[in-house]
């Protein structure tokens, strides 16, 4: 039975998970490290309700919920892996750890993450539509130059034709003051 346990990676406790995720909101939200939201059509939809993942270097830290198909019953947990063998082409991913969650804890990291990860995502369509639109902003600011200038010479044009009217008249109009 020990040999089980010596394989089985450990267990934090909820302590250390506060501490975890205090420390990774932190950094979230200081734009230190990023989060990413695993596509969760590659797995049983049944199950896993959200999935993050952190890289860090060689190691990475996942979090995900998950539901129980019986009990409907909801349960978090963070994962910590090391990928360093994974980088050098041998070997597969070693947890390292892991630290089941309180909602309190599950919830707190979620809006921060999902914050982050909107906020990217509207960035990046922000910079994908300027970039689209950037030949049709290159002509309107040609065009609205071109305009300044022709609307600079539509009333120069204008001002001559009027004095030239003005002095081909024989008696010029007079302004008079009420």
Do not use: C, W
């Not at 302590?15 to 230190?32: R, T």
């Not at 750890?97 to 982050?116: E, P, T």
């Not at 639109?133 to 002509?139: C, R």
């Amino acid at each position: 039975m020990s040999d089980v346990n010596e394989l089985a990676p450990p267990k934090g406790s909820l302590d250390k998970a506060e501490g975890y995720i205090d420390q990774l909101v932190n950094l979230l939200n200081q734009k230190k490290i990023d989060v990413f939201r695993t596509d969760l059509k590659k797995f049983d939809p049944t199950t896993l309700q959200n999935h993050y993942s952190i890289h860090l270097k060689d190691y990475q830290i996942e979090i995900s919920h998950n539901r129980h198909q019986e009990t409907g019953k909801n349960s978090y947990v963070m994962i910590f892996n090391n990928l360093k063998n994974i980088s050098e082409g041998s070997g597969e991913r070693v947890i390292l750890g892991y630290i089941y969650l309180a909602d309190s804890q599950y919830s707190k990291f979620k809006i921060v993450a999902d914050n982050q990860i909107e906020a990217r995502r509207r960035a990046a369509e922000e910079k994908r539509f300027n970039k689209a639109v950037e030949p049709i902003d290159q002509l309107l600011i040609t065009v609205s130059s071109e305009n300044s200038i022709k609307d600079t010479n539509s009333t120069d044009t204008l001002k001559e034709e009027f004095s030239r009217s003005s002095e081909e008249l024989p008696n010029p109009p007079q302004l008079h003051q009420i």
